[in-house]
């Protein structure tokens, strides 16, 4: 059975890559689609933001001496790539969707308003946003944030390379331990690197649960959609 009604998926720009150095990686990019399409068919509302990071990072710019606010303009833009690459494959799937954009830019993509997500939502439509919140020196976890609230969205799910959260990074100490549930203060008392402490904070003000878990393994978001213990749930 269904536990949500509608979700808010976050991608990482970064699994967008998959076994390449730089770009897109058009297996993953479909293993996605896919993965959307069985949630889709299950009468699940599906919201998307995808993050950059695999073509420019505004924060990684600024360190190269690139002003901070066009690198984060950057950023914006490269996640309006990222957006169109996601709607082109769920329409190669005949899946409906609809890339809204933070920032004026049709006929690339329509202008983002709530009423016009919510609309498409209940049409069926598959939602991407892009263009993070349209704003420099805020992440596309903040964009994820408040556009699960906005949508009033059940839960934001974040899809990683990792299979939750941890103790500490993974992929860098092996005596690491796995949360499979954790409270939105523990996450700041522990100084986890979940996502940004502007996101977190307003899924606490607003009371947006938040799934971290594997979406490079196929069929896993599916599994987090039934239920399934998969992954960490972040609540109170």
Do not use: H, W
């Amino acid at each position: 059975m269904n536990n949500f009604r509608r979700v808010l998926l976050k991608l990482s720009g970064e699994s967008l890559m998959g076994a390449k150095q730089y770009g897109i990686d058009n297996d993953r990019l479909a293993d996605y689609a896919q993965d959307i399409e069985a949630a889709v068919k299950r009468g699940i509302q599906v919201a998307i933001v995808i993050g950059g990071g695999n073509i420019f990072r505004g924060l990684s710019g600024a360190a190269q001496g690139f002003d901070r606010v066009q690198g984060d303009q950057m950023g914006m833009l490269a996640t309006v790539i990222n957006s169109l690459a996601l709607g082109s494959a769920l329409t190669s799937r005949g899946v409906k969707n609809r890339v809204l954009t933070a920032i004026r830019m049709e006929p690339i993509g329509e202008f983002y308003s709530k009423r016009r997500a919510i609309d498409a939502l209940e049409a069926g439509e598959v939602v991407i946003l892009s263009g993070g919140t349209g704003n420099p020196f805020f992440t596309t976890d903040t964009g994820s944030s408040l556009r699960g609230i906005e949508l009033e969205a059940d839960v934001m799910l974040k899809g990683t390379r990792v299979d939750g959260i941890y103790t500490a990074d993974p992929e860098k100490d092996p005596t690491a331990t796995k949360f499979d549930r954790i409270t939105y203060d523990e996450i700041y008392q522990r100084g986890l690197k979940v996502m940004d402490l502007t996101a977190t904070t307003m899924c606490m003000e607003n009371n947006l649960p938040i799934i971290v878990f594997d979406m490079d393994t196929p069929g896993n978001l599916l599994k987090v959609l039934s239920g399934e213990p998969i992954g960490t749930y972040v609540g109170f």
